[in-house]
């Protein structure tokens, strides 16, 4: 795949870090600019539009760039794009909303002043952050040693698993050498890990404080914002996420 390499991958690789700039910017500020300041109101409706714009380019991105490595590749029973792949954007776009909408649950609670919920959330937040941006920060700087024969196509798919580009990442996976990653001494899958960290430090401790939202907080502010449509929303897209980092983490070998 050597043609993949050289005449691909490093054009993808800034595509890839520009629009990773494009979702930081959207989730991080967005959230907290189309709102009101009064408990229970919540978010304008520009806040879930802007993100949909994006996620409407992004996957057609996503999309035009598999079929492109396709028009290389040539042979359908390497690559042909099918309902898995997809299944796989899906899922992707799926990930990186619920990202956006644990964003908008602590910008919605941070005008209630609900800290018992602030504090939690920004915390997995930013737990769920620290390896991602330190790990796409080192990946800025691609290994080209000998031994590495396709290190732009390998640093492409870990960079879209960081991100989330699920359709991306599985394509380029079955092209990679060597893709895995070390942890306790051990190789593994970069996808497992990336499922597994994700599972651990976002989609199971956030999906868990929407259920105690729901459930265990009954206040005059709490049941105003149990029927809040980015609260409801950002549950659903919440559970259903858990569902894909789970799946995330058994499906790579």
Known sequence: MRGLEEEMMKTMGFILYFVTVIYYSIVFVCPFVFVSHECGVGLSHWALYTYF?????????????????QSKVRDAGILSFNRW???ELVMGQVARFDTYLDMCFLSIVYQCEMWNLVVPITVFIILMQLY????????????????????YMERNCQLSFIRENMLLATVLDRFCINNTTELCGKQIAYGKFMGAYTFFFQDLPQFSIHLYFLFFMHDPASNILHGNIVVKLS?????FAFCISSFNFVMFK
């Open 53 to 69: 714009i994006y996620a409407f380019f992004s996957s057609v991105l996503e999309v035009f760039t598999v079929l492109r490595i």
């Open 85 to 87: 792949h997809a299944t």
């Open 132 to 151: 991602p941006v330190t790990a796409m920060i080192s990946l800025l700087k691609v290994d080209t040693d000998l031994h590495h024969t396709q290190p």
């Open 235 to 239: 549950l659903c897209i919440s559970f």
